[in-house]
């Protein structure tokens, strides 16, 4: 009974350390993706939630990562493209520091807003790429781990995303 | 002068083409104004995209707790639900499953299409009537009275008029101090 208790708690104790370790990237990850804090934040837990289901798949911490990457990049595309299209953040919850102006902010709450907007005329998948690879920098072998998939539809996605995004900012310049 | 498509220009643009389509288009861009000033557009707005990349600023500790929590229920909540799933086998509904179901929704649907709604029962007035009077209960049909139980010479007699139109009437003897309780009902 106390085995079972002890057991019970040590897995509880693995678990939480599992979430200590990776839950920020996980979620800076989300939140690149769906660019809303609330949603991000809901999609991690899910993320975790998923993962942790399956223990075994845990045992080795940098294929477990690996493997926790994944399943976070396709909550996060499922949930884009359940949702239609990213729900932004509010422009009190946009990033912030103390020095900065009211101008300031503005500015860089509409310049922000501008490249949301660009990001909404992109698929799931396309919007996944793109920004792994531009705005995380990943290589392209990544992504394609990522987002399951071969690197010659990663460069598909990644190519299209630029297209349509440059376009978007062409006819903002207008 | 063949041209690059604007897939390959995106993508030299970042780097992500292959060796030998790289160089193939590099050495194009060396004599085409035209594409390079589209690699500069694409340059130009993979510039802005790490714009995207700021987070904003969040209590670590507290969203740490919360996920926590949240994950823990979440797993909590997947184990009963695990659990309460049957093992094995799961009634599908095909086969004759499907036409006994069928069948039985068509009876029941017609069952009520068909049979009659059960009327309200009527309501009588009834002329009858139970009463209170100075001396006791009394219990008239049609006017004429049929029954009269008298309190006795009791002096304070209380009265209970019942729901079904019945009538108690409690009083103390002044001679014996027994307590009497008269009731008077009729039914139809």
Redesign the interface.
């Known amino acids: 009974m106390s085995d079972a208790i002890e057991s019970g708690l040590e897995l509880?104790e693995r678990?939480?350390r599992f979430?200590?370790l990776h839950?920020?990237r996980i979620?800076?990850q989300i939140?690149?993706l769906v660019?809303n804090?609330a949603d991000a934040?809901d999609l991690?837990?899910?993320s975790?939630?998923k993962a942790?289901?399956h223990q075994e798949q845990l045992k080795d911490e940098q294929k477990a990562a690996h493997w926790l990457s994944r399943i976070a990049t396709n909550t996060a595309i499922d949930f884009l493209r359940r949702s239609g299209r990213a729900t932004f953040?509010e422009l009190d919850?946009?990033?912030?520091s103390q020095s900065e102006s009211p101008e300031a902010i503005l500015l860089r709450s509409e310049?922000?807003e501008y490249?949301?907007d660009g990001?909404r005329l992109l698929s799931a998948r396309e919007r996944a790429a793109?920004?792994m690879?531009?705005?995380?920098?990943l290589p392209?072998e990544e992504v394609a781990e990522r987002l399951n998939c071969s690197k010659a539809t990663v460069?598909?996605h990644?190519?299209?995303g630029?297209?349509k995004?440059?376009r978007y900012?062409?006819r903002r310049k207008r | 002068m063949r041209h690059p498509n604007q897939a390959t220009l995106a993508l030299h643009a970042g780097g992500d083409l292959g060796r030998i389509r790289n160089w193939w288009t590099a050495r194009h861009l060396t004599r085409c104004a035209e594409c390079r000033e589209e690699v500069a557009g694409y340059t130009e707005m993979r510039e802005l995209l790490p714009d995207l990349a700021d987070l904003p600023e969040i209590s670590w500790n507290r969203m740490a707790a919360e996920i926590k929590a949240n994950v823990r229920l979440g797993l909590e909540a997947g184990e009963c639900v695990r659990s309460a799933e049957m093992p094995s086998h799961r009634a599908s509904l095909t086969g004759w499953r499907a036409v006994v179901a069928f069948a039985s929704v068509v009876v029941l649907v017609g069952g009520c299409l068909v049979l009659e709604r059960p009327a309200p029962p009527a309501v009588h007035i009834a002329q009858t009537a139970v009463e209170s009077t100075g001396d006791g209960i009394q219990y008239q049909d049609g006017g004429d009275l049929m029954l009269g139980l008298m309190n006795g010479g009791a002096q304070k007699a209380s009265y209970t008029l019942g729901a079904q139109g019945s009538m108690e009437a409690r009083y103390v003897d002044p001679e014996t101090g027994s307590i009497t309780v008269n009731t008077v009902s009729y039914a139809q």
């Open positions: 509880q678990q939480n979430i200590s839950f920020r979620f800076a939140y690149h660019q804090v934040q991690t837990q899910e975790f939630i942790l289901q953040c919850e946009a990033p912030e310049h922000r490249l949301e990001l793109l920004i690879r531009d705005v995380e920098g392209a460069r598909s990644i190519a299209n630029r297209t995004f440059r900012m062409e």
